[in-house]
């Protein structure tokens, strides 16, 4: 059964930070490129960062550079994104997806429909 898991959200205060992680299951993790995507109630889904499945090279939204890492274990079957300096507007549902990557980076963060798995969602909540 194919699965992605995400973890590590909740509430924490403004500069704080929090590590998510996505834990896969079912299909072969390497061979796939994983995006984090978020959705603020009101708000259109944001693709957050990206990793590939091919050179490990990393993909980051404007909002999140500088404070966003994203980083790959394939022997553990899991992606993490470690947030750092979070914000208010950082606050979401986050989401993991694995796509089979076609495109550059840039490209494929603004294509979900290349995505072949998502996980269920993690909230994450920035407030004082």
């Known amino acids: 059964q194919v699965r992605l898991v995400e973890s590590g959200g909740g509430l924490v205060q403004p500069g704080g930070s929090l590590r998510l992680s996505c834990a896969a299951s079912?299909?072969?993790?390497?061979?796939?490129?994983i995006g984090w995507f978020r959705q603020a109630p009101g708000k259109e889904r944001e693709g957050v960062s990206l990793?590939?499945?091919?050179?490990?090279?990393?993909y980051y939204a404007d909002s999140v550079k500088g404070r966003f890492t994203i980083s790959r274990d394939n022997a553990k079957s899991t992606v993490y994104l470690q947030m750092n300096s979070l914000k208010p507007e950082d606050t979401a549902v986050y989401y993991c997806?694995?796509?089979?990557?076609?495109?550059?980076?840039?490209?494929?963060?603004?294509?979900?429909?290349?995505?072949?798995?998502w996980g269920q969602g993690t909230q994450v909540t920035v407030s004082s």
């Open positions: 990793i590939s499945s091919i050179d490990g090279s990393t």
């Open positions: 997806a694995a796509a089979i990557q076609r495109v550059s980076l840039n490209q494929l963060i603004r294509l979900p429909r290349e995505y072949d798995y």
């Open positions: 079912g299909f072969p993790l390497d061979y796939y490129a």
